[in-house]
């Protein structure tokens, strides 16, 4: 009797802690409702409500009469409680699929195919630049930008966000999980929630700490393995990104001078601070040369009328300062003596 009594309490135990228990994320994400969007790669997809108790579904052709023709593509649905996007089946026949009551009468719209793409890039926050395939001084903070249709997913009922991860593997082959901001703070890689597209991360990668993150080129990209699609379709560019890079280091790799620091203010010292090359002042400053000066050229400009403007310190000629004192009464004293020489010689 204790044992029976033991027994139906834990059965009465368990299954009050099922019945409390919520539907678990997975479970939300997996349940197709009629008119949302599945991927190519997904399986497990519980499409019940979705096919409506039919058990095939049809494609046609885009422009196809829908009401009026056969159509182009009809998958068997045997156990609607566990479907599969399989690529196989559904790579080329994206679109809208119909459950059928018939072997070519839609009965309502199931669900709509879409191929999935998911992309990542890099952003240097410091100096708000694109830095996806080039290099950032190991001082700078980053994020990552995602673009994905997988946030088609929150059409699900109970889908809040979509759970990706970021790989980010550094020079030494070290696949990191999380990644640590300049503050401290740690965001993890692993299941990070998507709710919109593009989605921005914060700031969660701090290149200063050179223990941690040391220089040197780390490999990124970001994947997405819900309902195993990553396993099923792992084409680049679908559910897994290209995988990008970015160059941790001080130095600009394409300067060749290694002794190069790359301080904005301190990038071209050279073109600031050189001073004017002294033949250049010479050039500008110097005299005709001195056969050019002339008394003649000294008459012209104490005629010139623009010579009256100048002090009179400048005017005075040096040309009357040229006759010695007495000079008058000399010649008037060789007159005479010559006139007296012609006399004589008459008489």
Same mark, same amino acid.
């Given at each position: 009797m204790a044992d029976y009594s033991t027994v139906l309490c834990f059965?009465? =135990?368990?299954? !009050? #802690? !099922?019945? #409390? %228990? *919520?539907? +678990?994320?997975?479970?939300?994400?997996?349940?197709?409702?009629?008119?949302? /969007? =599945? #991927?190519?790669?997904?399986?497990?997809? @519980?499409?019940?409500?979705?096919? @409506?108790?039919?058990?095939? !579904?049809?494609?046609?052709?885009?422009?196809?009469?829908?009401?009026?023709?056969s159509p182009d593509k009809t998958i068997s649905v045997p156990n609607p409680g566990s479907f599969s996007i399989y690529p196989s089946d559904f790579q080329t026949y994206t679109g809208s699929w119909y459950h059928l009551s018939g072997p070519s009468t839609p009965n309502g719209t199931a669900f709509t195919v879409a191929d999935p793409y998911i992309d990542i890039r890099i952003e240097d926050t410091t100096v708000s630049t694109d830095v996806t395939n080039k290099w950032v001084p190991s001082d700078d903070e980053l994020r990552f930008r995602i673009d994905t249709n997988f946030v088609q997913m929150l059409q699900r009922a109970g889908v809040s966000s979509v759970p990706v991860t970021i790989k980010v593997r550094g020079p030494d082959g070290t696949l990191f999980s999380g990644l640590t901001s300049k503050s401290g703070q740690t965001t993890s890689l692993v299941d990070y929630p998507l709710t919109t597209s593009p989605q921005?991360?914060?700031?969660?990668?701090?290149?200063?700490?050179?223990?941690?993150?040391?220089?040197?080129? &780390?490999?990124?990209?970001?994947? %997405?393995?819900?309902?195993?699609?990553? @396993?099923?379709?792992?084409?680049?560019?679908?559910?897994? +990104?290209?995988?990008? /890079?970015?160059?941790?280091? @001080?130095?600009?790799? !394409?300067?060749?001078?290694?002794? &190069?620091?790359?301080? *904005?203010?301190? +990038?071209? *010292?050279?073109?600031?601070?050189?001073?004017?090359? *002294?033949? =250049?002042?010479t050039v500008v400053t110097t005299s005709p040369p001195p056969t050019t000066v002339s008394t003649p050229a000294a008459t012209a400009t104490a005629e010139s009328p623009a010579a009256t403007t100048l002090p009179a310190t400048a005017v005075v000629p040096a040309v009357p300062t040229t006759h010695t004192p007495g000079f008058g009464a000399g010649l008037v004293i060789l007159s005479l003596c010559a006139c007296l020489l012609l006399f004589l010689n008459k008489h």
């Open positions: 059965v009465m =135990v368990t299954g !009050l #802690f !099922l019945g #409390f %228990c *919520p539907v +678990s994320a997975a479970d939300a994400i997996s349940t197709i409702r009629a008119g949302n /969007t =599945v #991927f190519i790669g997904e399986q497990g997809l @519980d499409i019940t409500a979705a096919m @409506d108790g039919d058990t095939t !579904l049809g494609w046609w052709a885009s422009g196809a009469a829908i009401s009026s023709s921005y991360t914060n700031a969660i990668w701090g290149t200063s700490n050179r223990a941690m993150y040391p220089p040197g080129t &780390y490999s990124v990209w970001v994947e %997405c393995n819900v309902n195993s699609i990553k @396993d099923n379709y792992g084409q680049t560019g679908k559910a897994v +990104s290209s995988t990008v /890079t970015v160059q941790n280091q @001080d130095q600009n790799p !394409l300067i060749g001078n290694k002794g &190069y620091v790359t301080n *904005p203010t301190t +990038s071209t *010292p050279v073109a600031t601070t050189r001073t004017p090359t *002294p033949t =250049v002042t």
